[in-house]
């Protein structure tokens, strides 16, 4: 464990470095002890405009909150955005369908955004180095850059903590969850009838039949 908290701190000491003449710009971290220590304590907080991940602690702010911010504010030309991209999961959050290598998962959309309509670089902290990406990439390359973020993440082990968030990426948990919800609205809709469907009209019929067609995947 020590030689990996050394390692994340080199990590962050040389982004620092780096960082000074980028302007604008986004980090993308891993979701682990030593790094929230380090946002949290070490230093780095004061020095950034955001915290973004999953609401928690840690975050200032979930993406919805970034943009919104940002469509009323302007960047700052020496902005730090700090983000969380392996807590991004949620269908709101990761809406982009990515194939690789046999692999279909969702990702953010968030540095794709700053990427392109800010013109943000990317930092990433991936496993034992600092990966970069200028702004206003090409968009198969900021994709492959998330990715590229997530597959070092998955070599982290047991330090990493939002491994088990990861499955929400995944098509078929997405429809799952989807068909699970769907009928706990059918079970609702005729808990609300009851048995006797006394109050029974055409409006329940059309939103049964609406739901059982999500359920289908019409």
Not at 18 to 47: C, D, N, W, Y
Not at 109 to 118: K, P, S
Request: net charge positive; proline share 5%.
């Amino acid at each position: 464990m020590r030689e990996g908290i050394s390692r994340e701190m080199a990590l962050l000491e040389s982004y620092e470095r780096q960082a000074r003449s980028t302007g604008a710009h986004v980090l993308m971290l891993p979701t682990t002890s030593p790094i929230l220590a380090a946002v949290e304590r070490l230093g780095l907080r004061p020095k950034v405009d955001a915290v973004v991940g999953r609401r928690s602690r840690q975050s200032t702010m979930v993406p919805a909150d970034l943009l919104a911010h940002l469509a009323d504010n302007r960047l700052m030309s020496d902005a730090r955005i700090i983000v969380f991209t392996d807590q991004l999961v949620s269908p709101v959050d990761a809406p982009l369908l990515v194939s690789r290598n046999g692999r279909t998962q969702y990702v953010s959309a968030l540095e794709y955004v700053l990427n392109a309509e800010y013109q943000c670089p990317l930092f990433a902290m991936n496993g034992r180095q600092l990966d970069y990406l200028p702004g206003n990439s090409p968009a198969d390359r900021v994709l492959n850059f998330i990715v590229d973020h997530l597959d070092a993440n998955e070599l982290l082990g047991e330090a990493w903590l939002a491994r088990s968030l990861q499955i929400q990426r995944q098509p078929q948990e997405r429809r799952f969850q989807q068909r699970r919800r769907v009928r706990a609205m059918r079970s609702s809709i005729m808990h609300m009838v009851g048995p006797s469907r006394h109050h029974w009209d055409t409006s329940h019929e059309d939103k049964l039949r609406v739901l059982d067609d999500l359920y289908r995947g019409r």
